[in-house]
């Protein structure tokens, strides 16, 4: 069956989260989508959205923000589930061409130019411990003392090469959208954790709880 987002579905999200600004409110949902393998909104959602924008270059920035929304939820949800996901979101680029040839233009973000492996996992070490704050150094050990090769690539791939890429999507909303992503997944620890992390990486109480009932949302309401 395929599924859409109710226009009605849409303006409530707006007034129910104003916590979050326009982008963020439809990345959250976005990543929620994702997470759930509920590809075909996020068609509705973009759309929308992009249809909100009168400007190319605010099109082209919020279209990246999302493919980096989608791509670092990738260590979160699964590839599998990030592919459907971008799949749906390209498919609306495709029928715009002054869009498609915009994002055309925007150059690799992680490529062999840009990765030194000790500078990787500083990097990533220093998202870590923003994240995880006091107990960073708690749940890397827990995380070294289940399989240390687990602990390497979560410092030096997950979060160094992938999470703490902040051209286009900040730490902050990065794990905003880690909160959408994990409400479908039924993981309260993990969920805990970035809920905190978000706000130590300056996003309010209210953001927080705002990017919660979203996502929660969505989870919740089916067609």
């Not at 809920?195 to 996003?203: E, I, K, S, T």
Request: aromatic residues 4%.
């Amino acid at each position: 069956m395929d599924e859409t987002v109710h226009p009605d579905d849409l303006k409530a999200w707006d007034a129910e989260h104003q916590a979050l600004d326009d982008n963020v409110r439809h990345l959250v949902a976005i990543s929620a989508m994702a997470s759930a393998n509920r590809p075909a909104p996020i068609a509705d959602i973009a759309r929308r959205r992009l249809g909100q924008l009168e400007h190319l270059s605010e099109k082209t920035y919020f279209v990246q923000q999302t493919r980096e929304a989608i791509l670092k939820l990738s260590s979160l949800v699964g590839t599998p589930k990030c592919i459907n996901a971008m799949a749906s979101l390209m498919g609306v680029v495709g029928s715009d061409s002054d869009l498609a040839t915009e994002l055309a233009k925007i150059p690799i973000l992680r490529n062999s130019a840009n990765y030194d492996y000790e500078q990787m996992r500083a990097r990533g070490q220093e998202l870590f411990n923003s994240v995880y704050g006091r107990q960073a150094t708690v749940v890397e050990n827990k995380l070294r003392g289940m399989y240390p090769e687990l602990a390497e690539v979560v410092m030096v791939d997950s979060y160094g090469r992938l999470l703490s890429e902040t051209r286009f999507l900040d730490g902050r909303d990065t794990e905003l959208c880690a909160i959408g992503a994990l409400v479908p997944q039924d993981v309260p620890l993990q969920l805990k954790s970035h809920c905190l992390g978000a706000v130590r990486l300056g996003a309010t109480d209210e953001m927080v709880q705002a990017a919660l009932h979203l996502a929660k949302l969505i989870c919740t309401k089916r067609p």
